[in-house]
């Protein structure tokens, strides 16, 4: 069964949620896992692509596009079909793809914008109805 991560931002940093993104990518690639990022658009794609090669000077993050060849570990992508991903998704649009019950693990990202905390909330009660099991990590600490 797929298990859900929500992640809890501390208030007040504008960006922060593509910031964080980016950190928690380093995270789950150095731990050996298959990232699928899933984006709602193009724009979005492409300014975290920009992020991944600029967020931290002295480190390396193999991404790509998805459907790039050839692939790559981490990959971004706004698509329905997110390829041959299996492992981690981590979902950066503000509503679940359909496809997200064929990871391991989804990670979603709640920062303070209200834009951000009222669908993630619904998004919540969507996995915990459905008896996902889910768990919040807290880094406003």
């Known amino acids: 069964?797929?298990?859900i991560d929500f992640y809890l931002l501390p208030v007040g940093n504008p960006?922060?949620?593509?910031?964080?993104?980016?950190?928690?990518?380093?995270?789950?690639?150095?731990?050996g896992?298959?990232?699928?990022?899933?984006?709602?658009d193009p724009a979005m794609a492409q300014e975290l692509d920009?992020?991944?090669?600029?967020f931290k000077p002295d480190a390396f993050l193999p991404h790509g596009m998805l459907g790039n060849?050839?692939?790559?570990?981490?990959?971004?992508?706004w698509q329905e079909e997110p390829g041959d991903h299996h492992d981690v998704l981590l979902n950066l649009d503000l509503k679940?793809?359909?496809?997200?019950?064929?990871?391991?693990?989804?990670?979603?990202?709640?920062?303070?914008?209200?834009?951000?905390?009222?669908?993630?909330?619904?998004?919540?009660?969507?996995?915990r109805e459905r008896g996902y099991p889910i768990k919040a990590h807290?880094?406003?600490r």
């Open 50 to 54: 920009e992020r991944l090669w600029s």
């Open 69 to 77: 060849q050839p692939p790559s570990p981490v990959e971004i992508g």
């Open 1 to 3: 069964m797929t298990h």
């Open 96 to 127: 679940i793809p359909g496809h997200f019950s064929r990871f391991q693990r989804v990670a979603e990202i709640i920062d303070d914008s209200e834009d951000v905390r009222k669908p993630k909330r619904a998004d919540w009660t969507f996995y």
């Open 33 to 40: 896992h298959r990232l699928y990022i899933h984006v709602p």
């Open 15 to 31: 960006g922060s949620r593509l910031d964080f993104a980016c950190r928690l990518t380093e995270t789950i690639w150095r731990k």
């Open 138 to 140: 807290d880094m406003r």
